[in-house]
């Protein structure tokens, strides 16, 4: 099993930044791709940003210019760069890990809660 832990959520205004950072250990050979997702209140769970352990990556339109994944080996650990934010990114963002055959490992969530 993979553990992830996620840290950097907060409270911001509208244009503003924020960092999060997931923390992955365990069996993370197993790892295909690590992805963000969030979920605002009363809808559902969407994808965020994926990266892929081959180095690409994917984003949801709506975040598409605005938010950067990246990944640092060496740690171990996934980061969502979010700048421009938007009263509409105010969601609970979730670190997740792909490890194969639709399997998924999930982190605890942190709050990010833009003002406008």
């Known amino acids: 099993q993979v553990r992830l832990v996620e840290s950097g959520g907060g409270l911001v205004q509208a244009g503003g930044s924020l960092r999060l950072s997931c923390a992955a250990s365990?069996?993370?050979?197993?790892?295909?791709?690590m992805d963000w997702y969030r979920q605002a209140p009363g809808k559902q769970r969407e994808l965020v940003a994926r990266?892929?352990?081959?180095?690409?990556?994917h984003y949801a339109d709506s975040v598409k210019g605005r938010f950067t994944i990246s990944r640092d080996n060496a740690k171990n650990t996934v980061y969502l760069q979010m700048n421009s934010l938007k009263p509409e990114d105010t969601a609970v963002y979730y670190c997740?890990?792909?490890?194969?055959?639709?399997?998924?490992?999930w982190g605890q969530g942190t709050q990010v809660t833009v003002s406008s």
């Open positions: 997740a890990a792909a490890t194969g055959s639709g399997n998924y490992d």
């Open positions: 990266c892929f352990s081959g180095g690409g990556t």
């Open positions: 365990g069996t993370i050979f197993r790892i295909n791709a």
